[in-house]
């Protein structure tokens, strides 16, 4: 009975690879997010989707493309990995877009790039 | 740029004190929320506060917010060692993207 589930939770993998982090909410939510953690902790938005369309894309490059198939999913594909992608990367959903919506995290994925 | 900010980093106390970390941010917002994230764990959301509300309180948990000086406090009382986490305040964007801004969180370590 997950809400937010990540899959993998740990990722390692060379750099200059492509791999691809999967993101499911059972929860029937309209939007969904994800977030990268770096070392020292601090959280940023990366990309919003509210059914299935982007809504908020914060200045990433364009090796990350994210992917909503359908409202419950949320994929992150990051091509050409490099040393600094290593971090922690967080799904999260909420009911709607909205200035008082609380969000629901998954337990993240642990991006490792040598 | 981060909007939030809290204080402190962090924070060691005996079980059975109060802990209080403070956030603040530089930017008008609609509301105020705070998430807990244990060690290897996502986020989750404690408690959110209003910008037109001074006060909020959830069980062990007492949050202020003050938008003159664009800061928040939470206070959880009586802390007990399951309460050892990360604490993030986390503040909306007044803009059209209903983004939320994290700060760089509170680690906080209760001693049994």
């Known amino acids: 009975d997950t809400a937010v589930s990540q899959t993998p939770k740990y990722l390692v993998t060379q750099m200059g690879n492509d791999k691809s982090i999967k993101c499911e909410q059972n929860l029937g939510h309209d939007t969904m997010y994800w977030y990268k953690q770096d070392s020292k902790k601090f959280l940023k938005i990366m990309f919003s989707?509210?059914?299935?369309?982007?809504?908020i894309n914060e200045t990433v490059p364009n090796r990350f493309s994210p992917k909503s198939p359908d409202k419950a999913h949320l994929n992150l594909h990051i091509n050409s990995l490099e040393l600094g992608d290593s971090a922690v990367y967080f799904c999260?959903?909420?009911?709607?877009?909205?200035?008082?919506?609380?969000?629901?995290f998954g337990p993240g994925t642990r991006l490792l790039v040598l | 740029s981060q909007q939030g900010e809290e204080d402190p980093q962090a924070l060691s106390i005996q079980e059975g004190e109060n802990a209080t970390m403070n956030c603040s941010y530089k930017t008008s917002i609609n509301n105020l929320q705070w998430y807990r994230q244990n060690s290897g764990r996502g986020l989750v959301h404690l408690i959110l506060?209003?910008?037109?509300?001074r006060e909020k309180h959830s069980g062990r948990l007492r949050v202020t917010l003050d938008t003159s000086k664009k800061s928040s406090s939470l206070l959880i009382t009586a802390s007990r060692a399951a309460d050892t986490a990360s604490y993030f305040c986390?503040?909306?964007?007044?803009?059209?993207?209903?983004?939320?801004?994290f700060g760089s969180g509170t680690r906080l370590l209760v001693r049994p």
């Open positions: 989707y509210n059914n299935k369309e982007l809504i």
């Open positions: 986390a503040t909306d964007v007044v803009d059209s993207s209903y983004k939320l801004i």
């Open positions: 999260a959903s909420s009911q709607e877009q909205g200035w008082v919506e609380t969000q629901y």
């Open positions: 506060i209003r910008s037109n509300e």
